[in-house]
């Protein structure tokens, strides 16, 4: 990926007098040996010690991540991270501050070594699957006979009314019910969690797989936000405190370790399941937050930390094993430092228990009346109120050698899927925009009211995911965005104005500048919470700039226009607004907006040739929408089949035939989607690529992203299934690998060796894209390497064997992680006893 030397390095600075090889000037050991070592990655003769890295010598992060491996290596020389690359971008500059480097402060703490792997066997491995799917397979039984027994007593019922009163029983029943059994097998197979240690694929293993499962899938995590998430953990055996709002669906998985003080909040994308994977052991450990804690949003909190009364942890953020707030300070970045910014910014108001408890009542209420009854007895209530349609469903024997059956069966899908797609389009574009007349921006509203559902009604409806998929990586997404409500200024098409995952509170209060490009998972955070209230209001990005993947952009954010914000960038919420910058890292750094590198495609941004490629980019996104469309229809077509089919074998087995669709349907969609996935790549294989967004291979490159779907990864995820999936797809990975929801972007460049610890929330993305460029490289994980929870590891990247990344880290691309060593933060780097960042650090 280096390509030729970099232009401004090929032609640094030569010195007047006789200088040592490798360096241009007057030097000092240190940097003449620094300088050495740049010369020889680029392959240039010298370079000059007081040449600007970016600016005047024309590298790029990825040369000087290169440049950072070879001095690692170097044993006369200290580590040098990205980190101190940006900070000091000179080798004179960086050479001094290991002149001045301090001893460190007693309260910096010298991690241990990373622990060694012990291996499980294959037979263990195996034999955990084997349990897993007896458990899936037992459970998928259960359901059917309870589903099958109800829904004959709700088809044994006379007419609408009957119908209906049915099956509010019978869901109210059923709900009840889904909810408490794992309430039920949490405390028959476990009882109280402690922190405690015990290997991947063993016996306690299966037993802590099954307990987590069932309560992360437990409907109940639909009610977060609300009082009824709440007392749901309680029952589990979490100590919360009263008045607490959690808004965060990832349910902890040990809950008796979770303890939350009275008016606490946890805003949404928050991880604090009080366990973690790491060198092929489950360790679970206590998470303790006191009293009005704050936390914000995409935070990441490790196990054994705690956080005082009154204390805030910023968005973007975690906390890391060891790690205490002190009672009412105020945290960001990861690892959390102290600062100096409030991150509460909504004042408090009137909810008191009664208020709480009358919302909790409504919301079962809609469920039992409303959606239970129409989810579980719909169909039967239509047939019974107009019979005629029974009539059309059963009019041709569903004989598999009739056509008429594949007919009937093609019919049912289409309308399924493109009447969903139809209905769903409306329904995101007209009841919004209603709902929005009773919010008024800036206004503060008590929780647990008429305005607060209102709220809640408009963030699920416009954030369809299959929507976003479906229209994202195009130009369409951009009309998209403004059906919802977005405030797109005076839009300048690029064809990839957003990617595939935008998300927001509301798209009323959401504005993107002109000439703004915004890469996946972009969370706009335009709704603002205490424990007793929220309010709305407008978020504004600038224009001409970059955003990259998994941002969280909070209302007061502090950047205008011409800004690049790098992967996992905590965005600023204090201090004079940043234009033309680019800013990287949690706590957020200022870097170079742009380097030489990528301009080789600005040629391509105006005139004519820009309108020819544009309009060449559009044709080949709309056959991909095309083709995304055909695969869905064709697997609701395949669901359609096995449903009728098993539904021929009812009569015979009962409630089994119900049970054997489960499994089919989960086998059909794994075996249906990595077949499609690989007829994608089978012509146009994934390699290394550094090209034009405006180049046919990048285009390829998005439909490949887009036709598949990757919803049906989650399903396997913690099993040894899910291994083998990712050989079905062309990862390279080892035996035993222990991946607990880890997302992988480009399959078949990601090498992954034996017995590794992918935690959940892991991403192991093989691309970036910053502005009109995009650069794809392979990634390598070496055996027994671990990567911490929410970690996100960048494109040509090496880490090697037992290697461990810590939680929330993110590892920048080009970066080499030695055999056995520790890397944490972001930017991730080694962890060494180093000097404390200054307390009063911007947000």
């Not at 041709?396 to 019919?411: E, K, M, N, T, V």
């Not at 089919?645 to 089994?656: I, K, Q, R, V």
Request: net charge positive; with cysteine.
């Amino acid at each position: 990926m280096l390509g030729k030397p970099a232009e401004g390095l090929a032609t640094g600075v030569v010195a007047s007098s006789p200088v040592p090889d490798g360096c241009a000037g007057s030097s000092t050991g240190t940097e003449r040996t620094l300088a050495e070592v740049l010369a020889e990655v680029v392959g240039v003769e010298r370079v000059p010690v007081d040449g600007h890295f970016f600016d005047d010598l024309g590298a790029n992060s990825l040369v000087m991540a290169h440049f950072c491996a070879r001095v690692r290596k170097r044993g006369d020389l200290p580590s040098v991270s990205m980190k101190d690359i940006y900070r000091h971008p000179t080798i004179r500059s960086l050479a001094a501050t290991f002149a001045t480097d301090e001893p460190t402060p007693a309260e910096t703490r010298t991690p241990a070594p990373a622990e060694v792997v012990v291996p499980a066997s294959t037979a263990r491995y195996v034999l955990c699957g084997a349990l897993q799917f007896l458990l899936f397979l037992g459970y998928a039984h259960l359901v059917a006979f309870v589903g099958t027994g109800g829904y004959q007593w709700i088809s044994d019922g006379s007419g609408l009314a009957e119908v209906y009163l049915r099956s509010v029983g019978f869901g109210g029943a059923a709900f009840l019910g889904v909810c408490a059994f794992p309430i039920v097998v949490k405390w028959v197979l476990v009882g109280r969690w402690k922190a405690q240690r015990f290997p991947v694929w063993s016996l306690a293993y299966v037993r802590f797989w099954a307990v987590r499962t069932l309560v992360r899938t437990n409907p109940v995590v639909l009610f977060a936000g609300t009082p009824i998430y709440g007392l749901y953990l309680r029952a589990l055996g979490a100590k919360i405190g009263r008045g607490v709002v959690i808004l965060s669906k990832g349910a902890p998985a040990c809950p008796d370790l979770l303890t939350v003080g009275d008016g606490t909040v946890i805003r949404k994308d928050s991880s604090f399941s009080c366990y973690r994977a790491q060198a092929g052991v489950i360790e679970t450990g206590p998470v303790t937050l006191g009293k009005n804690v704050f936390v914000s949003e995409a935070t990441v909190i490790d196990i054994g930390t705690s956080m005082g009364d009154g204390a805030q942890l910023g968005h973007a953020s975690s906390l890391h094993t060891g790690q205490a707030v002190p009672d009412g300070e105020r945290w960001h970045g990861s690892p959390a430092q102290r600062c100096d910014v409030d991150f509460l910014v909504v004042p408090p108001a009137a909810c008191g228990t009664a208020r709480r408890a009358v919302y909790a009542v409504m919301q079962l209420l809609s469920a039992l009346v409303l959606y239970l009854p129409l989810s579980v007895g719909g169909v039967r209530m239509l047939l019974t109120e107009f019979p005629e349609l029974g009539g059309l469903l059963t009019s041709s024997s569903p004989a598999f050698a009739s056509w008429a059956f594949y007919r009937d069966a093609l019919a049912t899908s289409a309308v399924l899927l493109f009447g969903a797609v139809l209905i769903g389009l409306l329904l995101v574009t007209a009841v919004p925009r209603v709902l929005n007349l009773a919010i008024t921006p800036g206004k503060v509203y008590c929780l647990y009211g008429f305005h607060y559902s209102v709220h809640r009604t408009i963030t699920r409806l416009t954030n369809i995911r299959f929507l976003t998929r479906l229209f994202g990586d195009s130009s369409y997404i951009v009309h998209y965005l403004r059906a919802l409500g977005y405030d797109l200024s005076r839009v300048r098409q690029t064809g990839s104005n957003f990617g595939t995952e935008v998300k927001q509170e509301t798209p009323f209060l959401s504005s993107v500048g002109s000439g703004t490009m915004v890469a996946d998972g972009l969370s706009i955070m335009n709704a603002d919470f205490s424990s007793t209230s929220f309010r709305v209001a407008r978020t504004s990005i600038g224009s001409r700039s970059f955003l990259g993947n998994r941002i969280a952009y909070p209302s007061q954010g502090r950047t205008g226009d011409n800004c690049l914000l790098a992967t996992k960038v905590m965005v600023p919420i204090d201090g004079e607004v940043r234009e033309g910058v680019g800013l990287l890292g949690s706590p957020s750094f200022e870097i170079p907006r742009s380097v030489e590198r990528d301009s080789k495609f600005d040629h391509l941004k105006n005139g004519e040739e820009f309108r020819r490629v544009l309009a060449a980019k559009n044709r080949h996104n709309v056959i991909t929408m095309v083709l995304c469309l055909l695969s869905r229809w064709i697997y609701f077509f395949g669901l359609v089949l096995l449903a009728w089919g098993t539904g021929e074998l009812y009569p015979s087995f009962g409630a089994s035939a119900i049970a054997l669709l489960n499994v089919l349907a989960l086998g059909f969609s794994v075996g249906y989607f990595a077949l499609l996935e690989r007829t994608v790549t089978a012509s146009h294989a994934l390699t290394p690529l550094y090209c034009s967004i405006y180049d046919l291979r990048f285009w390829r490159r998005e439909r490949y992203w887009k036709v598949p779907a990757e919803t049906y990864l989650q399903a396997l995820n913690g099993t040894p299934f899910k291994n083998v999936l990712w050989r079905m797809l062309g990862v390279r990975i080892g035996r035993r690998v222990f991946d607990d929801g880890c997302y992988l972007t480009e399959r078949t460049l990601v090498s992954i060796g034996d017995d590794c610890t992918l935690n959940a929330g892991t991403v192991i993305q093989c691309h970036s894209q910053e502005d009109g460029a995009f650069k794809s490289d392979r990634s390598t994980i070496g055996a027994g390497c671990t990567l911490g929870v929410g970690s996100f590891v960048h494109y040509g990247v090496t880490m090697g064997d037992g290697a461990v990344l810590g939680a929330d880290a993110f590892l920048m691309k080009g970066e080499e992680v030695p055999r056995g060593a520790r890397w944490s933060g972001n930017p991730a780097r080694e962890i060494r006893a180093e000097r404390l960042e200054p307390s009063t650090s911007r947000a």
